[in-house]
């Protein structure tokens, strides 16, 4: 998979572009976003519903991230019939959040950040 948040926002599973009508939801964007700016491309739930509704009661904030989990999986999967969710690019379990937990992820934002550094430590610009 290969998330694209530099100049626009935009992701990649295998070589099947999820285009943008597949989100359907911003917040589902937004979902998987925050996964691939976080450690580990993981975030504990209530994290996530900490910053994507935080005018919203727990409960309600609760439904809401499970809406955009399944619009976002959706998306990420491709909708392919026999999916399973240990198969899905994004999982929850044990209220952790994870983006390609068993999958290769690149994402534009590390790549730049590991170009950025090796051309400090070399003095290479």
Known sequence: MRIRL???FSAEVGKRVV???DWRLQKARGVVKLLALAPQHRLGREEVMDRLWPEVEPEAALN???YALHIARGALDGQAAGKTRRQSALQLAG???ALAPGGSLTVDVE???AAAASACETKDP
Do not use: M
């Open 19 to 21: 285009l943008d009508r």
């Open 6 to 8: 530099l100049g626009g």
């Open 95 to 97: 209220g952790i959040l």
């Open 111 to 113: 790549v730049f950040q």
């Open 64 to 66: 809401n991230l499970y």
